[in-house]
């Protein structure tokens, strides 16, 4: 005589649960591993793409206040300048009479110790080369003669877009036309970097814009 009731549900629960998952759990499980993986590995894709994007970004900033940095101090010091026309071989400056406004910057750092004039033997020449600025990829040089000068025959910026030239302006902004009276050298830096190069966007590729307007007065901007 059986003097305790058997409850057979707890039985059933117990053996089922020996037995394992079912096939549905299983997929259920598989289905939200795959998912689980799939975000992660998305949300690292997603964090590669936004760290490359801001690591071009600071190198393009790096880039534009290391060259803004050197040609503003090289500006300041000098004792007289010319903007003029730079094509490769010869500086040419721009007429009296004609806007001030040309693809290079010659600079005189250094005068004559017997009359203080300017040394127009030793020059700084910023230029801006046009030759692949059809590719967005215009180069700023900087070349110089001074003794002591270790910085000659440098590229010291480029993917450049753009005004790729310097105008001689007055202190309102007003370019000038008559080169006896110099004031303020402006030049536009404007950086174009390149994102995901093989990702193409219509017909063009996919690039960030950075720029740059800068100007400063010579030491002595009426000479020579």
């Given at each position: ?132 600025s059809i590719n967005n990829d215009g ?25 790729l030239y310097f105008t001689s302006e ?55």
């Amino acid at each position: 005589m059986n003097l305790f009731g058997h409850d057979k549900t707890v039985d059933a629960s117990k053996t089922r649960r020996q037995q394992g998952m079912t096939l549905v759990e299983v997929m259920v499980a598989s289905t939200l591993m795959v998912l689980v993986i799939g975000g992660v590995m998305v949300g690292n894709i997603v964090g590669m793409q936004q760290d490359q994007l801001v690591e071009s970004m600071a190198g393009a900033s790096d880039t534009s206040r290391n060259a803004v940095n050197l040609m503003l101090q090289d500006i300041r010091l000098a004792k007289g300048f010319y903007v003029g026309s730079y094509p490769g071989s010869n500086f040419t400056a721009i007429a009296s009479g004609s806007t001030q406004q040309g693809n290079a910057l010659m600079l005189y750092p250094v005068v004559n110790s017997t009359n203080q004039a300017v040394d127009t033997t030793q020059s700084i020449l910023y230029y801006f080369d046009l030759s692949d600025s059809i590719n967005n990829d215009g180069r700023l040089w900087r070349t110089s003669n001074v003794v002591g000068d270790t910085e000659s025959g440098t590229i010291i910026a480029s993917n450049l877009i753009n005004t790729l030239y310097f105008t001689s302006e007055n202190f309102q902004g007003t370019p000038q036309t008559v080169r006896t009276f110099k004031g303020v050298v402006h030049a536009t830096l404007q950086f174009c970097e390149y994102q995901y190069p093989l990702t193409k966007v219509g017909s063009n590729y996919l690039y960030e814009y950075y720029r740059m307007d800068c100007r400063a007065t010579p030491h002595l901007p009426d000479g020579p």
